[in-house]
């Protein structure tokens, strides 16, 4: 959003879209407003079918209603995400805990 009150909102979003893998961790835990999930959207779709996407989220598909309030824009961005993309599960067993009680486990 900082780019777009810069008036360099063009060639953030061509940056994002060059990195070989963008990365988003925690996706779902913060609520977007409409500006940012609409910026959010912009470089998903600079990157759609080029370059690779990983997103970490503790809540399923479902629940992106909550994050990305309008629900047009949300199911455009899950499309977007799962078109050709991969979906892994892996539980709902918190690697931080899990790793955490190890480590207090073995010390």
Known sequence: MEAADD???????ARYGRVDLLCLDELGYTELDRRGAELLFQVLTEREERSAVAIASNEP???WTKTFTDPRLCAAIVDRLTFAGQI?????????LAH???RRAAS
Request: charged share 25%; no cysteine.
């Open 7 to 13: 008036k360099q909102l063009s060639k953030t979003i």
């Open 100 to 102: 955490a009680r190890s």
């Open 88 to 96: 892994i599960e892996t539980g709902t067993t918190s690697y931080r």
């Open 61 to 63: 598909f479902s629940g």
